[in-house]
């Protein structure tokens, strides 16, 4: 079987030594800065990237997308200890995980989190090897008109599912959009939005953008707030879950499972979409809806497996097309174009060990997650404990010091700065950033193809509808658009929010 | 009847998404521009931009309704955060490379360490000493940043 002799080179790049041991590091560091309260993933591993540079590429991934998955369960453990999620896709976990952890049911949340995210993240492996090779036949169809299509579904998916006002999002793609293009333009040559800089004609970097936003302008927004946690008042309670939470939860855990990975594939959705949407549908499945949120352990366990299948598959068009699904596969496609890996269908055929070699580390990290996270949950409880007052220094010197890594240029570190502050700004005038980072990796992209497919069709704009697969895809944006547009829908879309 | 700004947070979101686009299409259109078959440098931002501003546009006059509803309370912006983890941050890339990885360190925690409202000034002292040599023993020697660690 092709599937298997895949594996195997995956399996024999993951498990050395060293690959091993970096993935290890990288599920350990990315828990430890994700359970830290008002980090998600984003800020984690934009914080990490520069620990990854002096390793070979495929040791670098793989310990990238162990920091992920780690952030990811670090985010899980903050939201049901001290009801503060580090990103959006845990703000459901929050719900009936934190009223668990209220009961003093703790660690029957943490337990059956971590099993049901090993579940997942086992499935979600294999889709994406099963999926990827037929996929990347696929996108080798692909021309520049198809690549301009899909990259405007993805832009319009990211807007449907930012939080709050749907027109403030487009705004903030196109902004993002915008800010995607300073620089050298590779085309003519021609300076961009540069204001006769030097330091901006490699264009701004990413690591900037989000450490600014999510990073820096997170901080200031959390100081604002009078926050108090009550860790102390938390017992984690017996960790492993009882036969009665067992019985409760394995529908759920697999019909998570199912529900993420195939939401995690789609562009602009990722961990969030799945674990939304496996919380709805266990609250509608449920013989009496009106436990959840009061502490039912279906609304833990349904959700975090989804958003681990998510987090999984949504490695998928990035690996195959080389798009980035939402901003975390943003800062990855940042992270392999450091490295000299140019993301797209070639890299399956040109470096078949780093494309297997990752998959296979996805469960391999999930394995390490679960072995490392049971025993540890105590030291992550006493690090919550840490007062933000103590905290917030250090994150600080983190970001000065990952940004200016990046291209040795203090000059990053102002315009950081800057960041920080727009990103505070967002925060209070309520424009999500999360589309504004999407738009402004996709913008060189989506402009060098508008330029392709225009200059092919000798400038007739009708190319995009004439070819079918770029039609079909302008289509499912258009109904997208449609969708949300639609009142009683629109109700819907808010009461989700709402519930989250 | 009046005029009145429901939402003051809209209001300012538009007129920044007006300014950004006005300054984003204004540059893109001293740029080489093209033809569709051929775009030149101007041509992409130039459309971006002027959507942008006509997006802003729309946002900004929702806000402003003919009504006697009182406005939305929106809630201030906190000075202090702000000017101080700026200033924390801008102060250690200004030193750093002349006075050291340690100094610079020190300089950011004491100076951001302010922004909280809680200020405790013997645990700061503690605090950036702990950072600094953590920093120096991580970023340094560890993973190698080109980073001075004493002065110069």
């Known amino acids: 079987m092709e599937l298997l002799s895949h594996l195997a080179i995956g399996v024999d790049a993951a498990f050395t030594g060293t690959n091993l041991l970096y993935c290890f590091a990288g599920v350990t560091l990315g828990t430890l800065i994700g359970v830290l309260p008002g980090l998600g993933p984003v800020a984690t591993i934009a914080m990490l990237l520069p620990v990854t540079y002096g390793l070979p590429p495929t040791a670098a991934l793989i310990m990238l997308s162990g ?31 934190h009223a ?33 090779t037929p996929l990347a036949v696929f996108a080798l169809k692909f021309g520049p008109a198809e690549y301009f299509a899909l990259m405007v579904l993805g832009l319009v998916a990211a807007v449907v599912l930012a939080q709050g006002d749907i027109l403030k999002a487009v705004a903030m793609t196109l902004a993002g959009l915008l800010l995607g293009l300073v620089g050298v333009d590779v085309n003519s040559g021609e300076e961009r939005f540069t204001f006769g800089l030097p330091q901006l004609a490699d264009g701004i970097s990413f690591v900037v953008i989000s450490m600014g936003v999510f990073g820096i302008g997170e901080i200031i927004a959390n100081l604002e707030r009078d926050e108090r946690r009550d860790v102390a008042a938390v017992r984690v309670g017996r960790i492993l879950p009882s036969r009665d939470d067992y019985r409760r939860s394995w529908k759920p855990v697999l019909r998570g499972s199912a529900l993420g990975s195939l939401l995690g594939v789609l562009p602009g959705g990722g961990a969030m979409l799945g674990s939304f949407a496996s919380y709805m549908v266990e609250k509608r499945l449920a013989k009496d809806p009106s436990r959840f949120g009061k502490g039912a352990i279906e ?52 470096r078949p060990e780093l494309f297997w070699g990752v998959i296979v580390s996805m469960w391999v990290g999930n394995a390490m997650l679960l072995l490392l996270n049971l025993p540890l949950i105590g030291v992550w409880v006493k690090l919550l404990a840490v007062p933000y007052r103590v905290l917030y220094p250090a994150i600080l010197l983190f970001c000065c010091i990952g940004v200016y890594s990046v291209n040795n240029q203090m000059f990053d570190v102002l315009l950081t700065v800057a960041f920080g502050l727009l990103g505070y700004l967002f925060i209070k005038l309520r424009c999500e950033p999360a589309p504004l980072l999407l738009g402004f990796v996709l913008g060189p992209m989506l402009e060098e193809n508008l330029r392709r497919a225009m200059l092919l069709s000798r400038g007739d704009p009708t190319v995009f509808l004439t070819r079918p697969l770029s039609l079909a895809l302008l289509l499912l944006a258009l109904a997208l658009i449609v969708v949300m547009a639609l009142p009683r829908l629109r109700a819907t879309r808010e009461v989700a929010f709402a519930e989250g | 009847m009046k005029i009145r700004i429901l939402n003051r947070r809209d ?10 686009g006005l300054a984003g299409s204004h540059a893109a259109s001293g740029y080489p521009l093209g033809s569709a078959m051929r775009m030149g440098a101007g041509y992409f931002p130039l459309l971006l931009g002027a959507v942008l501003a006509v997006l802003g546009a729309v946002v900004l006059i929702r806000s402003v309704r003919v009504t006697d509803d009182e406005p939305a309370q929106d809630d201030g912006f906190a000075l202090r955060p702000a000017v101080l983890v700026g200033a924390g941050v801008i102060v250690f890339a200004l030193v750093v490379q002349q006075l050291g990885l340690v100094l610079a360190t020190v300089a950011l925690t004491l100076v951001s360490g302010h922004a909280h409202r809680e200020v405790r000034f013997g645990e700061l ?17 560890g993973l190698g940043v080109p980073l001075p660690v004493g002065p110069a």
């Open chain 1, 67 to 97: 920091i992920y998955y780690g952030a990811q369960y670090g985010g899980s453990t903050a939201a049901i200890l001290v009801n503060m999620p580090g990103e959006s896709s845990s703000v459901v976990t929050c719900l009936d995980g």
């Open chain 2, 11 to 20: 209001s300012f979101a538009g007129l920044f998404f007006i300014l950004l």
């Open chain 1, 299 to 350: 609304g833990v366990a349904g959700p975090e497996s989804a958003n681990n299948a998510g987090a999984q598959t949504s490695f998928i068009p990035l690996l195959v097309m080389g798009l980035p699904a939402n901003a975390v596969m943003a800062l990855m496609i940042g992270a392999m174009m450091i490295h000299g890996i140019v993301p797209g269908p070639q890299v399956m055929s040109e």
């Open chain 2, 125 to 141: 002292l503690g605090l950036s000493a702990v950072l600094s040599a953590f920093g120096v023993a991580v970023f340094a020697y």
């Open chain 1, 100 to 132: 668990m952890a209220k009961q003093g049911r703790a660690g029957a949340a943490l337990g059956i989190a971590a099993i049901g995210s090993f579940f997942a993240g086992t499935v979600a492996t294999l889709v994406v090897a099963v999926a990827a």
